[in-house]
């Protein structure tokens, strides 16, 4: 099976930061690496599809770029209702989720 | 527009039995493939099974294996989930959701969830 590894698992950051998360495989997974954001008490949303591939009508300062095994979101100034949960998802082989990342508020 | 609701949770005995279903409107249901994954109260998201769009194929993550089986009635737009030998550990949100293969599989659209609480 392949593992999923997201770091940090929290982070604290201020309106207007550039926040960066990462997520490592345990073997290759090519760009098969998706990202989503679930808000409190809401379902997942769709950000970054194919390791930098922005969902449709995700707001720009949403980025994701990496290959292989290493990855990283990026988001470039942080507004209020970025403050989530994300979490990286392999699909290469069958379907590994990453433990979370959560962004809170500093 | 597309909708997925999900159905059929509620509270079971271990070792008990449930079906989830998932009933999808707003897209040519026949042409995608689907996924159930669960998160527990307060913990993160984990994958617990797909289906391809004709049935062909199917995948489940292995502490499900042998317990869950999920099917499709394309002719009816409705995805299930049969849970069987149920455990405490599958207690969770189950969603429902539609995978999008454009450069490689994605999950594009979920449900709001069903859940399935395991207790005696």
């Known amino acids: 099976d392949i593992q999923m590894t997201q770091s940090p698992s929290s982070l604290s950051a201020s309106v207007g930061d550039r926040v960066i998360i990462t997520c490592r495989a345990s073997q290759t997974i090519t760009s098969s690496l998706n990202w989503y954001q679930q808000r409190p008490g809401k379902v997942p949303r769709l950000l970054i599809y194919a390791a930098s591939s922005l969902q449709s009508g995700v707001p720009s300062r949403f980025s994701g770029s990496g290959s292989g095994t290493d990855f990283t979101l990026t988001i470039s100034s942080l507004q209020p209702e970025d403050f989530a949960t994300y979490y990286c998802q392999q699909t290469y082989r069958s379907i590994t989720f990453g433990q979370g990342t959560r962004l809170e508020i500093k | 527009h597309v909708q997925l609701v999900e159905s059929g949770g509620g509270l079971v005995k271990p070792g008990g039995s449930l079906r989830l279903s998932c009933a999808a409107s707003?897209?040519?249901?026949?042409?995608?493939?689907m996924t159930w994954i669960r998160q527990a109260p307060g913990k993160g998201l984990e994958y617990v099974a797909y289906i391809s769009s004709s049935s062909t194929y199917t995948d489940y993550t292995d502490s499900v294996k042998g317990r869950f089986t999920t099917f499709r009635d394309n002719a009816e737009k409705s995805l299930f989930l049969e849970m069987n030998s149920l455990r405490a550990e599958d207690t969770a949100v189950y969603y429902c959701?539609?995978?999008?293969?454009?450069?490689?599989?994605?999950?594009?659209?979920w449900g709001q969830g069903t859940l399935v609480t395991v207790s005696s």
């Open positions: 959701a539609r995978m999008l293969h454009l450069s490689s599989w994605s999950v594009d659209f």
């Open positions: 707003g897209f040519s249901f026949s042409d995608y493939y």
